[in-house]
């Protein structure tokens, strides 16, 4: 959520940035409209507060003159009354900014390109050149059919469709893969926890996914309750409504969870293979940061999101998103793309925001460097991890064999049991 009195005084600034992250029908006039009305319904309140006690204080000495307070009496219960009206007034056009506020999207941070979409994305850096092969390689649906360790029909029959059971080395590639992903991330200073599936809408609207994304949530029957699409959702909000101490950050963690997306809107998009599920698995990292540190810890996080793909040795480049094609919450996004045979092209396998205070100020999560301090708002990030599926199919594309069997990463032996090789 962005501060009321950012809208205030950089009222221009605003307007520009939604209209560059394709926002153009926020009213942010009529925002403003309400806050001024708030502010004078505020203003009469008070005044009529502080003449309700001027009076009450006068009404013993009447008393005690022996007049008649009758009509005083009268004059109290009818300022009661109007002030009564007023603040009922204030709630209701508290609650109405309030609801617009949550739909106003993060102000991007000045080093952000400028974009209408993701052809606007300016690549930063790329490790290693895509995969080449001396025969026609195989995209990776198919060769998980070959291999018999991706079963997209019976999870049809079991669920529905972009839902997969994994079989054999499949399922233990993919398990492998999350390990691993934790274990490099413990290395690096990340604390591993690991979270409920399911989360309160309270916490989906203090990470920026709700009211605006409800469409692409699962949610249960009673409406107050949502499988993750992510778990930036619950890790994040661990520290909702505290205060921390600024000794104490940067805070650092890790987890893993099954991700729950409807993907509303997506249609016709990767409808084979893993790449687009409506349940998938990952790894995601979580800081919370001081306002000065956090575009630094940006850059650190990207680079052990990429540590991982690093360490299996896939192709990927990274690529600094425009305005036009970043997420809701963020100020400024890295996606890293790892580059999948099957496609011709690179796809995305993390994400890497600075949310600044955006989270924080809805989540009311702040810290105090010392005890005398006013509190502020901390600064949070999240990253993928990486996603756990678009590995597994990014490896059984990038290291297929001409006989069909898949070689294993060295950086995943371990993890497979000594198994190097899916045949």
């Not at 013993?60 to 003159?65: F, L």
């Not at 699962?218 to 409504?241: C, H, I, Q």
């Not at 999560?365 to 301090?373: C, G, R, S, V, Y």
Request: glycine fraction near 6%.
């Amino acid at each position: 959520m962005l501060d009321i009195k950012l809208i205030r005084t950089e009222t221009e600034k605003v307007k520009e940035a939604l209209k560059n992250r394709n926002s153009k029908d926020i009213d942010i006039d009529g925002l403003l409209q309400l806050d001024n009305d708030r502010r004078a319904l505020l203003f009469n309140v008070e005044q009529k507060k502080a003449q309700q006690n001027t009076v009450s204080k006068q009404i013993p000495m009447y008393k005690k003159e022996g007049r008649d307070t009758t009509e005083i009496f009268a004059q109290m219960r009818e300022l009661s009354d109007s002030i009564k009206e007023d603040d009922e007034k204030v709630r209701e056009i508290d609650e109405k900014i309030r609801n617009i506020m949550l739909t106003i999207p993060n102000i991007p941070d000045e080093s952000v390109p400028i974009g209408e979409s993701d052809a606007e994305n300016v690549e930063v850096r790329k490790f290693s050149e895509p995969t080449k092969f001396d025969f026609e390689p195989k995209a990776h649906w198919d060769i998980g059919k070959d291999l018999k360790i991706l079963d997209p029909e019976t999870a049809a029959k079991i669920t529905g469709a972009r839902f997969h059971v994994y079989k054999g080395l499949g399922a233990k590639l993919e398990r492998a893969i999350v390990n691993y992903f934790l274990d490099t991330h413990g290395k690096n200073g990340y604390n591993e926890v690991f979270t409920p599936f399911l989360v309160h809408r309270n916490s989906m609207v203090g990470t920026g996914q709700l009211p605006k994304f409800e469409e692409d949530a699962f949610k249960l029957s009673d409406g107050d309750y949502f499988l993750v699409p992510t778990a930036e959702v619950p890790v994040t909000n661990m520290y909702r409504d505290e205060i921390l101490s600024g000794d104490d950050l940067p805070l650092k963690y890790c987890a893993y969870t099954a991700c729950f997306r409807a993907e509303a809107g997506s249609a016709g998009r990767d409808t084979r293979g893993l790449i687009r599920q409506h349940q998938f698995n990952k790894v995601e990292l979580v800081k919370f940061a001081k306002p000065e540190q956090s575009f630094d810890e940006l850059e650190e996080m990207t680079n052990e999101a990429e540590r991982v793909l690093q360490g299996l040795g896939l192709p990927y480049r990274v690529v600094c998103l425009s305005t036009g094609d970043m997420g809701f919450s963020s100020a400024k996004t890295y996606d890293i793309e790892v580059w999948m045979p099957s496609y011709g092209r690179y796809v995305e396998i993390s994400s890497c925001s600075n949310c600044v205070d955006f989270q924080a100020r809805r989540a009311n999560i702040k810290f105090k460097n010392t005890p005398k301090d006013k509190a502020q708002f901390v600064h949070t990030l999240n990253g993928s991890g990486v996603a756990v599926g678009r590995t597994t199919a990014a490896i059984l594309e990038n290291y297929q064999n001409a006989d069909g069997s898949v070689t294993v990463p060295k950086a995943l032996v371990p993890y497979m049991g000594g198994v190097t090789v899916i045949k």
